[in-house]
């Protein structure tokens, strides 16, 4: 019986740690995908010249919906506003730039997983995936929301 205390009282301090984990983690990879994506459009001519070596197709306009998505959608991950939503097209913008960018590391996911983790977009790309599936964390825009509207009936 008295393991089972020990252990609900661990899982009790565990848990408090989600809330800080989860606006630590937001804020530092939303400042990167911010500076990546305000990176690109600020250096429009040599993104669009990475993009034709890469032969996507309208790279002008590519490159600037990834610096726009990569700027817009960082801003919103690090506030924790619509949190989950925006880390939909994040995730989009980062399997494109696995397919493309990356491809060889994207094949090697299973014969060389070392390779698939060391790619640059997989922490992106993981952040992404964490904020999707737990949501921004009770320090949140997303949270403080909810707060603020839980006591008004409809």
Not at 18 to 34: C, E, K, V
Not at 47 to 70: C, K, Q, Y
Not at 74 to 94: K, N, Y
Not at 131 to 148: C, N
Request: charged share 15%; glycine share 8%.
């Amino acid at each position: 019986m008295q393991l089972r205390s020990l252990l609900d009282q661990f899982d009790g301090l565990a848990a408090w740690l989600q809330a800080p984990l989860l606006l630590i983690i937001r804020l530092y990879w939303g400042w990167s995908f911010l500076q990546t994506g305000w990176g690109k459009l600020t250096h429009l001519d040599k993104t669009t010249a990475f993009f034709t070596e890469l032969h996507l197709p309208l790279p002008r306009l590519n490159a600037i919906a990834a610096g726009s998505t990569e700027c817009l959608g960082g801003l919103l991950l690090a506030i924790g506003l619509f949190a989950r939503p925006a880390s939909v097209p994040l995730i989009f913008t980062m399997i494109v730039a696995y397919v493309t960018a990356d491809n060889e590391a994207l094949h090697a996911i299973f014969s060389d997983p070392d390779k698939f983790v060391s790619a640059a977009p997989f922490l992106f790309l993981l952040v992404s995936l964490i904020v999707l599936a737990f949501g921004p964390g009770k320090l949140s825009v997303d949270a403080l929301g909810r707060r603020g509207t839980s006591g008004r009936t409809e």
